[in-house]
Structure formats: C-alpha cells, structure tokens
C-alpha cells in the first residue's frame, strides 16, 4: 500500500449550458467519499459522470441517480470495472430503482397540484438515458507491471461518449473511450432506465485500467468540454486553462470561461461536467 507516501485531491464542476439554469442541467457528477475538495485521500475513491439525453424524459433524474448508483455500487464492488457478471448485476440493480423512484415522483408531482398529463405518462413509458463513466482509484503498487514506486491504480467503464483523459506532466497520456475529435457523434451509446436487458448493457460497455504516479492527473468530462479538450491545437494550453479551476469557489469563473469559449464558437452550447482528481506525494 502506498498510503504513507502519495494522496490524493478530487473536485468536481458542473455547469448548465447557457440561457439554462442549475435545476435544469442534466449532466450529473457523483464522487465518493464525498469529502471537500481540499481533503487529502488516503482511501479509495470512486466517481460516477452522467450526461442525460435530452430527449428523454427527466433525464436529468436519471442522470443523478445513475451516477450515484455507479459510485456507490463501484465502492462496494471493485470487480465492476472488470466487466462480466458484476456489470450486470450492478445495471441491473441501477435500473430496477427507476419505477420506485418514479413512483414517488408521480405522487409528488400530485400532491403538488401538478398530476402528470397524459403525454407524459406516454414519453416516461419510454424511459430515460444517459451516458456513463464510472471510474475507481485505489492506492496499489503491487500490481504495477514497471515499478515499485508509489502508485494508485485506477479503472474505468464509459458508455456513451463521456471521457477520462490522463495527463503525466500536464500531458495527455491515455484518453478513453473517445480519442479523438472526430469520433464524437449525435447517437453515442446510452444506459436506459428501462433497460432490462443487463448483459447488453455490459456488452457495449467499455473497460480499462491504468496507474497514476504523484504528478499525475485524471481529468473526466462530459462530451462537449472532452470534445473541446481534444480539438486544441495546443494540448498544454488547453490543460492550463482546466486547472485554473480547483474547486467548487471557483463555479463561476468556471460558467464564464465556459461562455467565453461558446462565443468563440469553440465549444458547443451544452451541460458540462468536469470531475479533476489529482495525484500528490507527500
């Protein structure tokens, strides 16, 4: 174990596209343990990033849900993030807590006043979809193949289009599941809150692992600021400007810079999500 010698620092931002606000935003972020951000990690730590497909009813409902139901199930399960029988019971865990939840809402939604009118019973029926990336570090040097130095290993699991980027000296490294700009399109993969069918959902899931030295920073984002991330010219430039942004103080600056980008027409008026974790010595 490497806990004497390395930490680490996790944050998360999330923003609304622009003319929308907070309550509206469908992207969601989910860590664990949910320390503040200046806490040094000594322990495992797990994240869940979801973007809601807005064309799917309460999205953004499913999206927190999601993400937090893969935090917490990648928590409890580090088996997860391998793929096979523990994917699918994590999935199918996930969605069988969608008509309970519904349910409550749907009383909610009548106790308010507001009974769900007849065309929203019909798009529920559809279910709701997200993207998701789950992600877990673990303090580990043993099963590093090069090295005895310090070291946290860290898994992932993407589907969809929300990506993980890992830089070595602010340098893009490995990124995963997208790798480059022009793989991102209109109908990425999707995890649907009606979706019975748990092995299906594992098999368009994508899966791998990595390690991270003191030094070393693993950046998650939903598609529009990943899409941006890798449409830089100058990779370095574009990581400067993401670690501007340490944590939740600076949200808005974070919206600002945001919206400097789409005037520019750089990045793509979208919910974005970013999740910065940091890896220390000490």
Known sequence: MTTSTSCVYVT??????????EAECED?????PGRPHDYMLQEPLTAGVCDGATESALAKDWARLLSRAAAEHAMRLP???AGGTAFEEFAAATVAQWDPWLAQYTQMRHAEGRPLKWYEHSKLAEGAYATLLTVRVDPDSDSHPDTS?????????ALGDSCLFHLHDNRLVQAF???AVEEFGTTPDLFGSRNNDAALLARRTRFTEGWCQPGDRLLLMT????AWFLSV???GDAVCQLLEFAGPDDLGGFKNWLNSLRDR??????DVALVRIDFEGR
Do not use: C, F, I, M
Request: net charge neutral; no cysteine; hydrophobic share 50%.
């Open 12 to 21: 998360h931002l999330v923003a609304p596209k622009y003319g929308s606000t």
């Open 28 to 32: 969601a972020v989910a860590v664990l």
């Open 79 to 81: 088996d997860l993030l």
């Open 149 to 157: 130095e310090p070291v946290w290993r860290w898994r992932a699991a």
């Open 177 to 179: 599941p997208v790798v």
């Open 223 to 226: 598609d529009a600021l990943a």
């Open 233 to 235: 010219p100058d990779q």
């Open 265 to 270: 027409r750089q990045l793509r008026n979208d």
